[in-house]
């Protein structure tokens, strides 16, 4: 079965930074591409990373260019999203969700973020 | 990078025939056929429903069918039920090399 399970959000002021991390298991974790999409409270979803399955390719959503970095750990079937410079449009709870012929297959209970100060 | 446009809400009676619609440009829905649906229910995660378009994950009910022309999408669920009763979201693929999602749409089964 496959599992994804965000961990690292929680509270934070804006300008601060926090660490998300998803471990992924009942799969072949370094086959895939993954991705990170957010939802703001009551609002809809929004991409905001992905990377391919060796780290070559990374792409950012406008939002977040130059504030978040998407990273991942093949050998402990881990993916990363470290987020700095926080800002309240970032509060969100953000997905782990794997990448499947440019759609999105398997997605975690996500974790919230809040921004406030 | 835009969102995709979809209406804010539809609704039916359970057994008709509902479609969602999701515009989007020459740059996202219009150039490629990487077009994908999500149901989501309250409080839940979201689940993919159609992905390329028109293609269903394997344990999605043949009541959902999705198509595309020119910039437009579309997600169509026949024989409607109640538990279709959800929000919906599109997604596509953009030339870019990012995604772009839909504002989500309320499905109401009255």
């Known amino acids: 079965e496959v599992q994804l399970v965000e961990s690292g959000g929680g509270s934070v002021q804006p300008g601060g930074s926090l660490r998300l991390s998803c471990a992924a298991s009942g799969f072949t974790f370094s086959a895939y591409s993954m991705n990170w999409v957010r939802q703001a409270p009551g609002k809809g979803l929004e991409w905001i990373s992905y990377i391919d399955s060796s780290s070559s390719r990374i792409y950012y959503a406008d939002s977040v260019k130059g504030r978040f970095t998407i990273s991942r750990d093949n050998a402990k079937n881990s993916l990363y999203l470290q987020m700095n410079s926080l800002r309240d449009e970032d509060m969100a709870v953000y997905y782990c969700?794997?990448?499947?012929?440019?759609?999105?297959?398997?997605w975690g209970q996500g974790t919230l973020v809040t921004v406030s100060s | 990078q835009s969102a995709l446009t979809q209406p804010a809400s539809v609704s039916g009676s359970p057994g008709q025939s509902i479609t969602i619609s999701c515009t989007g440009t020459s740059s996202d829905v219009g150039f490629y056929n990487h077009v994908s649906w999500y149901q989501q229910h309250p409080g839940k995660v979201p689940k993919v429903v159609i992905y390329a378009v028109s293609k269903r994950p394997s344990g999605v009910s043949d009541r959902f069918s999705g198509s595309k022309s020119d910039n437009t999408a579309s997600l169509t669920i026949s024989g409607l039920q109640a538990e279709d009763e959800a929000d919906y979201y599109c997604?596509?693929?953009?030339?870019?090399?990012?995604?772009?999602f839909g504002g989500g749409t309320k499905l109401t089964v009255l």
């Open positions: 997604s596509s693929y953009t030339t870019g090399t990012t995604w772009v």
């Open positions: 969700v794997r990448d499947w012929a440019y759609a999105f297959d398997y």
